[in-house]
């Protein structure tokens, strides 16, 4: 990252606290100890949640905004990321219902889970810290999704890496919010408000705001990306 966005990242952010801010003290800052405990309480976190499903429904309305704001060539190759995912349930059911809502040909359009962790019963098709998501993704995909940005270690540092993730023409970001948390964790570690990140976003340079829509108990953006 540029240094005048780590400036700038300094100045404005997405989440008003933030776990590892708060409870972070000066005699534990080293990098690597925070991102141990990081790590753990997310991987302890998806041991926890990693069976669960949500309901249909959710997807429908998440794919019935992208039949209004996206609109692909005929015939083409598109893939999808799902970042967060817990398991392939929501890979499925978004594939299931973008390519109806859409009418896609269910070859034409790739959708993937990623998530942190994995066993042999529960596993996405990537394993990845998405805070920081391999290079070779970036400018890669057409739709990236997450409901998870809460549990990022910096939702503002992590935000801008997925955008770097979506193509530069044509693609959706589309981030679920929850702004009900009043208190940050280990697991849920940045709280956002309506209005922290509405005043983000306002003067926000690298995507383009094309609808927000409230869907169950998240707040999504749904991002284009301007550069």
């Not at 990242?9 to 409870?23: A, E, G, I, P, V």
């Not at 270690?153 to 929850?178: N, R």
Request: net charge positive; charged share 30%; glycine share 2%.
């Amino acid at each position: 990252m540029a240094n005048e966005d780590k400036f700038k990242l300094k100045k404005r952010t997405l989440q008003t606290k933030s776990y590892f801010n708060d409870n972070t003290t000066d005699t534990c800052k080293d990098l690597k100890v925070v991102n141990d405990v990081y790590i753990s309480s997310q991987v302890a976190r998806w041991e926890g949640k990693n069976y669960m499903k949500r309901e249909e429904n959710f997807y429908v309305e998440i794919a019935s905004c992208i039949k209004d704001l996206w609109h692909p060539q005929k015939d083409e190759k598109l893939s999808m990321l799902c970042l967060g995912a817990r398991n392939n349930w929501e890979r499925d059911t978004f594939a299931k219902f973008i390519t109806k809502k859409l009418k896609i040909k269910s070859g034409n359009l790739s959708v993937f889970s990623c998530d942190l962790g994995a066993n042999k019963r529960y596993a996405c098709d990537f394993t990845e810290d998405f805070n920081n998501p391999p290079k070779d993704w970036h400018n890669s995909w057409d739709i990236v999704y997450s409901n998870s940005i809460d549990h990022a270690i910096d939702a503002t540092e992590t935000f801008y890496k997925w955008v770097d993730l979506i193509k530069k023409e044509k693609s959706l970001l589309i981030i679920g919010f929850d702004i009900n948390n009043q208190k940050p964790t280990k697991a849920d570690v940045c709280v956002f408000t309506q209005s922290s990140l509405e005043k983000f976003f306002d003067k926000e340079k690298t995507v383009k705001v094309l609808k927000v829509q409230s869907i169950d108990l998240y707040v999504h953006y749904f991002l284009k990306r301007k550069n």
